[in-house]
């Protein structure tokens, strides 16, 4: 094999590797009422509905606040579809010549908040008390 044929033959496996398709990940959060702060694994990504990318499946912890409601705390599960699981992963990822793009969305309702009255805080202390005795 000449100098010129090598190095075509670089070129062309150089291209292939840079040319290849690959997953882009996008995970969307909505809540209703919309507007609540959310932080997903302990770091605040936005106000809701907020889209952020994402590299692995698996188990999500989601925290959702906003005034005048309950703050939620919840985890979920995003599971990974067939392509990203071995040993396709590797064809959609480095083989496959196009784009493939995953796009989830959660949508989360917030319960409003119930300020409690005096009455209803010393009643909730006495049946607690009640109980532990």
Sequence with gaps: MNTRSLLFV???????????GCVERKLTINTE?????????????????VTVS????GDYWVRASKEGFETLDTHRELKAPLHD?????????????????DDYEWTFELAPRQDLTREQLLEQADALRTEID
């Design 10 to 20: 670089v070129a062309a496996a150089l291209a292939t590797v840079l040319l290849c």
């Design 33 to 49: 009422p919309q507007g609540a702060l959310v932080t997903l694994n302990d770091e605040q990504i936005g106000v809701s509905p």
């Design 54 to 57: 994402f590299n692995w499946y």
């Design 85 to 101: 699981r071995f040993p396709f992963d590797f064809f959609a990822g480095v083989l496959y010549p196009g784009q493939i793009t």
